[in-house]
C-alpha cells in the first residue's frame, strides 16, 4: 500500500507536465495523412528546391525519358519536393507501370497537381504519388483499358491485372480500393454512399475534383501548384520547372503516328527514286534526312536504340549491292528486311510501325511507278540492256538480203563441204548446203535465204 501511494505521488509532476504541454501538441488527425509529401508538424515551412515536372502528354517511352531526366535533375539540385503537373488523356500501361515504380521509390518526396485530366494511366500514377491536389474542374479516373484504335479490351485477364495494380497504387495513401476498381471494371457495381460514389454496372468512375476530395481520392483542392506547394508546408522560393528541351519536343512531333508514316513515305520514295533513276541528287537526299529525322524522333524519345541506325545503314547498303552485284536477289532480300526490322524496332509500337510502314510503302509505290514511266530513258535498268547498233554513219554496211535468189539454179564452182562457192544467175556467192557434200560443177539450186546465208541443194536427175 505504502509502495502504491510512492508510485502515485512521484507520477503527479509527469501528469501536471503533460497537462502543461497539451496546447502545444499538434491535432496530426486534423490533418489529411500524407505518407511522402507532409506537411510539417510545427507549422514551419521547409526551405529548398521544389521541382515541378509536367505530366502533358501521351503516356509512353518518351515521357518516361523525360520523367527520368526531371528525377535526376531534382536529385542533383537537392530538391525536397518533386510536384508531377498531371493533364494527361493516359497511354500505354507498361510505361505507365516504369513511371509509377519511379514515382513510388523516390527518394525525394512526391506529390501530383492535376491540372487538366488524370485520365486512364495518368491515374495510375497520381496514385502513386505521396499526395494528390487537384485543380478546381479536374478530373482523376476513366482507367478502363482500350487498344491502339480506342476500343474496349474485355480481356479478363488484363483487366484484373490493371485492376490490381490500380488497387494497389490506391492502397499506397489507404485510399479506398472498391473506388480504384470501378475506375477500372466496368461490371463492377460500386456503392459508396458515406464517400459520395455510386457506380452502376457498365460504367467506368471518373471523379471531378470536389468528389475526388469527399472519396478520399485528393487531399486538396488548390488553383495553382504553388498553392499546392505552400498548402503541403514548402516554400516557394526555389521553384524549378522542368521543361522539355528542343529535341524533346521536336521528338513529340515526329513521333506522331501521322508524322512517322509522312516520313517514310517520303524516306521510301526518295531513295528508291534516286537508285532507279540515278542523276538527280535531290529525290535521295530527302529521303535519307526523312529517315534520319524519323530515327532521330524515336531515339530522343528512348524507342530508338544504336542497333536500330545499324540495321538501316546495313538495309540500305544491300540494296545498293543487289542493283550491281548479280546475287540472284539475295542482296535485296536481306536488305529489305533489316530496313523493315530497323523501322519497326525503332517506333514504340510493333503494330504501329508495321500499319505506318504499310501505308507509306503503298503510296511510295504509286509515285515510284509514275516516276519511272516518266524518266524511263535515264532509269538504271538502261545500263543493263545493249543499245550499241551497227550503222553506216560508224562504217559498218549491211549485208543485202538476196531474196531474189530462192529457187535459183546454178552450179558448184567448188566444192561444198558444206561452204563453197557457186555461180548462181551468172553472180558467184558464197553459199552453204543442209549439210551435204556436193562436187565440183554439180547443178545446184535455192533453198533459202537467211540475211547473208545462202543454202543450196544438189539437183538430182
Known amino acids: 500500500m505504502k509502495r502504491l501511494r510512492k508510485i502515485m505521488l512521484a507520477s503527479i509532476p509527469v501528469v501536471l507536465l503533460l497537462l502543461l504541454l ?11 495523412t500524407v505518407p511522402k509529401a507532409t506537411k510539417a508538424a510545427n507549422g514551419e515551412m521547409k526551405k529548398g528546391p521544389v521541382f515541378i515536372i509536367p505530366v502533358d502528354q501521351k503516356i509512353e517511352r518518351g515521357l518516361q ?3 527520368e531526366r526531371g528525377f535526376a535533375e531534382a536529385s542533383n539540385y537537392g530538391a525536397v519536393l518533386i510536384v508531377l503537373e498531371v493533364d494527361t488523356p493516359g497511354g500505354l500501361v507498361n510505361s505507365a507501370e516504369q513511371i509509377g515504380t519511379m514515382v513510388r521509390d523516390s527518394d525525394i518526396p512526391t506529390a501530383a497537381f492535376i491540372k487538366g485530366d488524370a485520365a486512364s494511366a495518368g491515374s495510375y500514377i497520381a496514385l502513386n504519388a505521396g499526395a494528390i491536389i487537384m485543380k478546381p474542374g479536374s478530373m482523376i479516373g476513366s482507367a478502363s483499358l482500350v487498344d491502339s484504335s480506342g476500343q474496349k479490351v474485355d480481356d479478363a485477364k488484363m483487366v484484373s491485372y490493371w485492376k490490381s495494380k490500380m488497387i494497389g497504387a490506391a492502397a499506397l495513401n489507404e485510399r479506398d ?10 461490371n463492377l457495381v460500386v456503392d459508396k454512399p458515406d464517400l459520395g460514389v455510386s457506380k452502376a454496372q457498365g460504367e467506368i468512375i471518373a471523379l471531378s475534383s470536389d468528389e475526388a476530395l469527399k472519396a478520399g481520392y485528393a487531399d486538396q483542392i488548390t488553383t495553382t501548384p504553388e498553392e499546392a506547394i505552400t498548402w503541403l508546408g514548402y516554400t516557394t522560393d526555389d521553384i524549378f520547372r522542368v521543361e522539355h528541351t528542343g529535341a524533346e519536343k521536336m521528338s513529340q512531333f515526329l513521333t506522331n503516328p501521322i508524322i512517322m508514316t509522312i516520313l517514310l513515305f517520303i524516306g521510301i520514295t526518295g531513295i528508291v527514286i534516286e537508285l532507279i533513276v540515278p542523276g538527280f541528287g535531290a529525290p535521295g537526299i530527302i529521303g535519307t534526312l526523312a529517315f534520319v529525322l524519323y530515327f532521330f524522333g524515336n531515339s530522343v524519345a528512348g524507342f530508338a536504340g544504336s542497333e536500330t541506325w545499324l540495321l ?27 530496313l523493315v526490322a530497323g523501322v519497326v524496332r525503332a517506333a514504340y509500337s510493333f503494330t504501329h510501325a508495321l500499319f505506318s510502314l504499310g501505308i507509306a ?14 524518266f524511263k530513258e535515264r532509269g538504271i535498268w538502261n545500263r543493263f540492256i545493249l543499245k550499241d547498233t551497227l550503222s553506216k554513219d560508224q562504217g559498218f554496211v549491211p549485208v543485202e538480203e538476196k531474196l531474189s535468189l530462192v529457187g535459183a539454179i546454178g552450179n558448184s564452182i567448188t566444192p561444198l ?45
Open 361 to 374: 510503302f503503298a503510296a511510295a509505290t504509286v509515285v515510284i511507278v509514275i516516276v519511272a514511266v516518266a
Open 312 to 338: 538501316f545503314i546495313i538495309g540500305l547498303v544491300m540494296l545498293v549491292l543487289e542493283l550491281f552485284v548479280p546475287s540472284f536477289g539475295i542482296l535485296g532480300i536481306l536488305g529489305s528486311v533489316s
Open 22 to 32: 497539451t496546447p502545444f501538441i499538434p491535432n496530426v488527425s486534423a490533418d489529411v
Open 417 to 461: 563441204r558444206p561452204s563453197g562457192t557457186a555461180l548462181i544467175a551468172g553472180e558467184r556467192v558464197d553459199v552453204v548446203t543442209e549439210g551435204s557434200f556436193i562436187s565440183v560443177n554439180a547443178p545446184v539450186s535455192v533453198v533459202k535465204v537467211e540475211g547473208g546465208r545462202i543454202v543450196v541443194k544438189e539437183i538430182k536427175e
Open 65 to 67: 525519358s523525360f520523367l
Open 177 to 186: 480500393p472498391d473506388i480504384a476498381a470501378g475506375m477500372v471494371d466496368s
